[in-house]
Structures are given as structure tokens and as C-alpha cells.
């Protein structure tokens, strides 16, 4: 059983997106969670090996031009912040796998996301100190 909410904000998507029956948009809706599923999955897993790549190569980049750590880092942070969104909707798509509540997956990718920002904000600061020598 839906409620109230979940039906309205079906009708509001179906209505935007010119489909012509509730039925047909809760379909288009499912394939569309689906694939998306997929593709989070997907670009965790390819997020994470370029990371990995980006680490090393960057680190020997510090090492040849010491005078460009701040642009570095702060390269470093923004693709940090975008690993960190997609870990974000992969969590809360688990979250909805799991438990089915939405405000309960919001919560827990949240925390996952302020987690990962206080985790790996300081990690690729030290990551790119340790590789130029300094201990600022």
C-alpha cells in the first residue's frame, strides 16, 4: 500500500513527464531505479580505481612541482567531493534496498557523506604534505 505522499509525488513525476497512467509511470520509474542502481554501483567501482591512479600520479606531480600543492589540493578536494556524492546515493539506494524507508535512507547517506567529508578531507592533506616533505 502507498500513501498519500508517495502516490502524489508519482502523479506529479508522471504528470511533468507526460505518461499517460500511473501503472505505466510506477513501470518507468522501476527500470529507471534499476538501471540507476547499475550505474552507482558502476561508477563506485570506477571512482575508486581512479582514485587510486590519481593518488600515485599526483603524488610523483608534487613531487616535481612543490609550488603547485594548494592548486593540488584543491583538484584533490573536488574530486574527493564528487567520489563522496556518489557514495552518497550509492548508500541511500542501499538503504532503500534494505529498509524501504526513505527518510531513513536519507538520514543514513547523510551521515555516511559527513562522515566521508571529515574522513577524507584530512587524508588528502596529509597524503599531499607527506609527498612533498612537508609537515605543516
Same mark, same amino acid.
Given at each position: 500500500?502507498?500513501?498519500?505522499?508517495?502516490?502524489?509525488?508519482?502523479? +506529479?513525476?508522471?504528470?511533468?513527464?507526460?505518461?499517460?497512467?500511473?501503472?505505466?509511470?510506477?513501470?518507468?520509474?522501476?527500470?529507471?531505479?534499476?538501471?540507476?542502481?547499475?550505474?552507482?554501483?558502476?561508477?563506485?567501482?570506477?571512482?575508486?580505481?581512479?582514485?587510486?591512479?590519481?593518488?600515485?600520479?599526483?603524488?610523483?606531480?608534487?613531487?616535481?612541482?612543490?609550488?603547485?600543492? +594548494?592548486?593540488?589540493?584543491? *583538484?584533490?578536494?573536488?574530486?574527493?567531493?564528487?567520489?563522496?556524492? *556518489?557514495?552518497? *546515493?550509492?548508500?541511500?539506494?542501499?538503504?532503500?534496498?534494505?529498509?524501504?524507508?526513505?527518510?531513513?535512507?536519507?538520514?543514513?547517506?547523510?551521515? *555516511?557523506?559527513?562522515?566521508?567529508?571529515?574522513?577524507?578531507?584530512?587524508?588528502?592533506?596529509?597524503?599531499?604534505?607527506?609527498?612533498?616533505?612537508?609537515?605543516?
Amino acid at each position: 500500500m502507498m500513501s498519500d505522499e508517495e502516490l502524489e509525488a508519482i502523479d +506529479d513525476w508522471r504528470f511533468k513527464n507526460r505518461i499517460a497512467t500511473r501503472s505505466d509511470a510506477v513501470r518507468k520509474l522501476t527500470k529507471i531505479g534499476t538501471l540507476t542502481d547499475e550505474w552507482i554501483d558502476r561508477a563506485g567501482q570506477i571512482i575508486d580505481a581512479a582514485q587510486e591512479k590519481y593518488l600515485d600520479k599526483i603524488t610523483r606531480f608534487a613531487d616535481m612541482h612543490p609550488e603547485s600543492l +594548494d592548486d593540488i589540493h584543491e *583538484v584533490s578536494m573536488l574530486l574527493s567531493a564528487a567520489w563522496v556524492e *556518489v557514495v552518497r *546515493v550509492s548508500v541511500a539506494a542501499s538503504e532503500l534496498r534494505s529498509h524501504g524507508n526513505v527518510q531513513e535512507a536519507i538520514a543514513a547517506a547523510d551521515a *555516511v557523506l559527513d562522515r566521508t567529508l571529515e574522513d577524507r578531507a584530512p587524508f588528502f592533506k596529509e597524503h599531499l604534505q607527506s609527498a612533498s616533505g612537508d609537515d605543516k
